[in-house]
């Protein structure tokens, strides 16, 4: 009676944990997945925020890393169980039943992959990450630091334990893991490996450009956090129109993430909430001015590009916002007037969207007869887009019928694209460059 008394003991304290999240209430984990929680990469993201530096224009948008991974895993559970759960007689063989122990394994895998899929993340996360990484990208640190001693005791712990485990002795739940952290594309980048169609499902829920759990969570919390109510809408019933359906191009044995016809206006919802909240917040004047100045100087004082996980593990946030501090009251160190915008909130550049017509030679051509300094002015012009079907994501439609989204919504393609050029000007050209604008 002593040993089971030991062992009821261990199954109670061994049981479930939540945390409690703003968005979502509580969300459980397990042992296994508190392990990642409490490991040194996950807790920094506590000081990884989420908008980078947009809280100086919106206060409430403090929120961080840390709490959007949590977020992303609890959807993505929702979604895959859901996926599982509503199978179409023809896909029902490429679909683990639920419960099974290839259920239980892939399970397993996408709430790891989406704890881990924002580790590889620089300070205030995208601001300085072209500048910073060339061409590389935050999910290639995040494959580094999967790999890294870091984690290495957690994948250990998990290696040993799970009883499901031992009907798929043939996969490898490290790789696995990463793989579905980071996405089709860039595993096939670094690795020249490609997915399965099973393993591409399981990688949308969380990495998808349209229905990823990534995309739906920080909506959801940008605009609940910075009180921006565009990017809300009822993600519960777009979740429950998910469905695993063939590819309407490509064949039956191709699988696609897509919705049943119930789905299509929280679809559309999903879509203007996306657009509406990059006019509003992500693609916002002023916080395009802060982060601009914010980038220009981590560029002159960080370098990511030969550093080791565990230099990279050491900068986050606090650091670069203590730095700056020293920055904005030394004119000795590097980057003192941008960080003297940042910090004091003066004399900081001006954003300006830029229409299509203008171009890099209009811009030129404005510097020259203006005779402007490099640090009078930059801009990002965007690069044209090569033509890519949109909304190619199928919708299963009444007896079994698929369709192409862009078929059965004339909203879906009304919605323009976020690709606009951005201009950052000094206040003493300011309207030197309204005039030019003006003139064309």
């Known amino acids: 009676m002593v040993g089971r008394g030991r062992h009821l003991a261990k199954d109670f304290r061994d049981a479930d944990k939540k945390i409690y999240d703003s968005v979502h209430g509580f969300i459980p984990f397990d042992e296994y997945e508190k392990e990642v929680i409490d490991s040194l990469p996950f807790q920094r993201l506590h000081y990884i925020h989420q908008l980078g530096i947009a809280y100086l224009v919106y206060p409430g948008a403090t929120h961080t890393r840390f709490e959007h991974s949590l977020g992303v895993m609890a959807l993505a559970t929702q979604m895959f169980e859901k996926v599982c759960k509503s199978v179409r007689p023809d896909v029902f063989h490429f679909v683990p039943r639920k419960g099974s122990s290839e259920f239980l394994y892939w399970r397993r895998v996408l709430r790891m992959a989406a704890l881990c899929h924002d580790l590889g993340h620089l300070p205030f996360s995208h601001v300085a990450e072209k500048d910073l990484l060339g061409n590389a990208r935050h999910e290639d640190w995040t494959l580094k630091i999967i790999d890294s001693t870091y984690m290495k005791s957690v994948w250990e712990m998990l290696k040993k334990n799970p009883a499901h485990q031992e009907d798929l002795v043939e996969r490898d739940i490290i790789e696995d893991i990463k793989k579905i952290s980071v996405g089709e594309a860039k595993w096939k980048e670094a690795t020249k490996q490609s997915f399965s169609p099973w393993e591409r499902i399981v990688s949308e829920v969380i990495t998808g450009d349209f229905f990823g759990a990534d995309r739906i969570d920080y909506l959801i919390r940008d605009a609940q956090s910075t009180g921006v109510a565009y990017g809300l809408f009822d993600y519960h019933q777009l979740i429950e129109s998910l469905r695993i359906l063939p590819s309407v ?118 510097v020259k007869e203006n005779g402007l300094k490099d640090s009078d002015i930059s801009w990002e012009v965007a690069k044209a887009q090569e033509p890519v079907e949109r909304f190619a994501f199928p919708v299963s439609r009444r007896h079994f019928v698929i369709q192409k989204a862009r078929d059965c919504s004339d909203l879906l393609l009304k919605v323009p694209s976020k690709n606009e050029s951005w201009v950052y000007i000094s206040p003493e050209h300011d309207l030197e460059f309204a005039h030019f604008l003006e003139s064309l």
């Open 249 to 366: 191009d490509r064949g039956s044995d191709e699988l696609q993430l897509g919705i049943d016809e119930n789905g299509l206006e929280s679809s559309e919802a999903l879509l203007l909430a996306r657009h509406f909240m990059h006019r509003r917040i992500y693609q916002y004047s002023s916080v395009k001015a802060y982060n601009f100045h914010l980038r220009r100087y981590m560029g002159a004082n960080y370098s990511f590009k030969m550093r080791s996980v565990d230099e990279f593990l050491s900068v986050s946030d606090t650091d670069v916002v203590s730095a700056l501090n020293k920055a904005a009251n030394n004119p000795k160190l590097p980057g003192h007037a941008d960080a003297k915008c940042v910090i004091f909130r003066k004399h900081r550049f001006r954003a300006v969207a830029l229409p299509n017509r203008i171009g890099e030679e209009e811009l030129q051509r404005f």
